[in-house]
């Protein structure tokens, strides 16, 4: 199974999210907050080259100079999810030979970056969160509500609680 940045994002976000977006039950494109969030990212960095598709599994938002991959948030309301997303794309350009020096989570509303290292330590995780993906994914039912505080704003919010 291809492991998305999405994916590795929503493992931290909600589970029963990842759940349905491995599935294909996904109502992104008609929430509010994601579409706000396309509209931020195509009028953010206009001079760089954006939504580089690498092996069709990962799109990193814009790496410069090929040495610092740059991912933009709407906020930092999602902060470490942003980051393992980050950390995960770093994970898996190594892979594949390519070096990058670090990420940067960029949040241009806020006027805001933060920067984002790949450690051993995160290395030493990453596979073990890999195949905890493929777990929840691959399950016939999805995890449980959570009923955090973030999903009233969730695209998900009508399918889990209507």
């Not at 599994?57 to 040495?67: E, L």
């Not at 994914?137 to 009923?147: A, C, H, M, V, Y």
Request: with cysteine; charged share 30%.
């Amino acid at each position: 199974m291809k492991i998305t940045g999405t994916m590795f994002s929503y493992y931290y976000i909600c589970q029963r999210k990842l759940w349905l977006f491995a599935n294909h039950i996904q109502f992104e494109s008609e929430n509010e907050n994601v579409q706000l969030g396309k509209i931020l990212d195509q009028t953010s960095y206009s001079r760089e080259a954006k939504h580089i598709l690498i092996d069709e599994t990962i799109q990193v938002d814009f790496i410069q100079d090929w040495q610092i991959l740059h991912e933009v948030k709407k906020s930092t309301a999602m902060e470490e999810a942003a980051e393992w997303q980050v950390k995960y794309y770093l994970y898996y350009l190594e892979k594949k030979g390519v070096e990058i020096e670090k990420g940067i989570l960029d949040y241009p509303k806020l006027k805001m970056r933060k920067e984002v290292i790949l450690s051993d330590k995160d290395r030493k995780e990453i596979p073990s969160i890999l195949l905890e993906i493929n777990e929840i994914s691959n399950s016939s039912i999805p995890k449980p509500l959570t009923g955090n505080k973030i999903c009233k704003k969730c695209a998900y919010y009508d399918y889990c609680f209507i």
